[in-house]
């Protein structure tokens, strides 16, 4: 009899709380949307976050809910988009092209160096010890944590110490400007056709002694550009992007060092463009 009624109770303790369980089911489910995997799926996994979401999964939940557009996956470009797009019934939208930037053109060919640096080569090591040795402490320390860190290979350095970076390869993921200890690599909208190659608080021959090729803040360059497009701050030219449709090369041909560039999507490596007249973009 005792073993009959064990039985019961447990069967009953058992179905008591199945129904629990069940009901508990049923009003806690968070509903996820089958499309969701669908798109996670048709993405291109890197899980980079250039997109600015923690990875493809989160990126797929946001476009199903309609907060971010298919072409805001850098690194799926316009067949994944359109693809996305197709699979949603909705438009692919037009994300605007950036890429990561150096900027600075301070190689070994032309900034000074003041001390050699014999310790672990990394750039955040040689940040924390000495600086690295160069005479412009705002310049690129040249020890390639940056192509290190970078998934997509599209980083490499270059004979005079500083990283060339892949139009065609870099997803804007920010591994680079993350890892930067002297934050020289910025990401930039591909239309941004000037660029300063220069981030130092230096100016005039205090710069010139510590790099060829540095800005010495004469500000020639904002003078030369349509009002507003430069300005001088911090004894550097700043852009204003809501007027680049107003750039135009004439601001880099007089400045003395070649410290500002006009690019039409090239990356660069301190090297001296061609500054034959150009058409305002």
Same mark, same amino acid.
């Given at each position: 009899?005792?073993?009959?009624?064990?039985?019961?109770?447990?069967?009953?303790?058992?179905?008591?709380?199945? !129904?629990?369980? &069940?009901?508990?089911?049923? =009003?806690? =489910?968070?509903?996820?949307?089958? =499309?969701?995997?669908?798109?996670?799926?048709?993405?291109? @996994?890197?899980?980079?976050?250039?997109?600015?979401?923690?990875?493809?999964?989160?990126?797929?939940?946001?476009?199903?809910?309609?907060?971010?557009?298919?072409?805001?996956?850098?690194?799926?470009?316009?067949?994944?988009? &359109?693809?996305?797009?197709?699979?949603?019934?909705?438009?692919?939208?037009?994300?605007?092209?950036?890429?990561?930037?150096?900027?600075?053109?301070?190689?070994?060919?032309?900034?000074?160096?003041?001390?050699?640096?014999?310790?672990?080569?990394?750039? =955040?090591?040689?940040?924390?010890?000495?600086?690295?040795?160069?005479? /412009?402490?705002? @310049?690129?320390?040249?020890?390639?944590?940056?192509?290190?860190?970078?998934?997509?290979?599209? !980083?490499?350095?270059?004979?005079?110490?500083?990283?060339?970076?892949?139009?065609?390869?870099?997803?804007? /993921?920010?591994?680079?400007?993350?890892?930067?200890?002297?934050?020289?690599?910025?990401?930039?909208?591909?239309?941004?056709?000037?660029?300063?190659?220069?981030?130092?608080?230096?100016?005039?021959?205090?710069?010139?002694? &510590?790099?060829?090729?540095? /800005?010495? &803040?004469?500000?020639?360059?904002?003078?030369?550009?349509?009002? @507003?497009?430069?300005?001088?701050?911090?004894?550097?030219?700043?852009?204003?992007?809501?007027?680049?449709?107003?750039?135009?090369?004439?601001?880099?041909?007089?400045?003395?060092?070649?410290?500002?560039?006009?690019?039409?999507?090239?990356?660069?490596? @301190?090297?001296?463009?061609?500054?034959?007249?150009?058409?305002?973009?």
């Amino acid at each position: 009899m005792d073993t009959i009624t064990a039985i019961a109770f447990l069967f009953g303790l058992a179905s008591a709380l199945g !129904i629990v369980l &069940a009901v508990a089911n049923s =009003r806690l =489910r968070v509903y996820e949307d089958p =499309r969701i995997d669908h798109i996670a799926d048709i993405l291109p @996994g890197n899980n980079c976050g250039a997109c600015g979401l923690p990875g493809c999964r989160a990126f797929a939940e946001k476009v199903v809910d309609g907060e971010v557009q298919p072409s805001d996956c850098p690194p799926g470009g316009a067949d994944t988009a &359109a693809i996305v797009a197709d699979f949603l019934g909705i438009e692919a939208g037009e994300a605007v092209p950036k890429t990561a930037r150096l900027l600075c053109a301070g190689g070994t060919n032309v900034a000074k160096q003041m001390v050699e640096y014999a310790g672990y080569r990394s750039c =955040r090591a040689a940040a924390a010890v000495s600086g690295g040795g160069k005479a /412009c402490r705002f @310049g690129c320390l040249g020890f390639a944590d940056c192509e290190t860190v970078c998934d997509f290979d599209a !980083i490499e350095m270059s004979p005079t110490g500083l990283p060339i970076i892949s139009l065609e390869k870099c997803t804007t /993921c920010g591994d680079c400007v993350d890892i930067c200890p002297v934050d020289l690599i910025e990401i930039l909208p591909v239309e941004q056709h000037l660029v300063v190659q220069c981030k130092s608080l230096l100016e005039g021959d205090e710069m010139l002694d &510590a790099c060829k090729v540095g /800005c010495t &803040a004469c500000g020639r360059c904002a003078a030369d550009a349509p009002a @507003g497009v430069l300005t001088m701050k911090n004894n550097l030219p700043e852009f204003n992007l809501e007027l680049a449709h107003l750039q135009t090369a004439a601001a880099v041909t007089r400045c003395p060092t070649n410290a500002i560039v006009w690019i039409e999507g090239q990356q660069f490596e @301190g090297v001296k463009w061609d500054r034959s007249p150009t058409p305002t973009v």
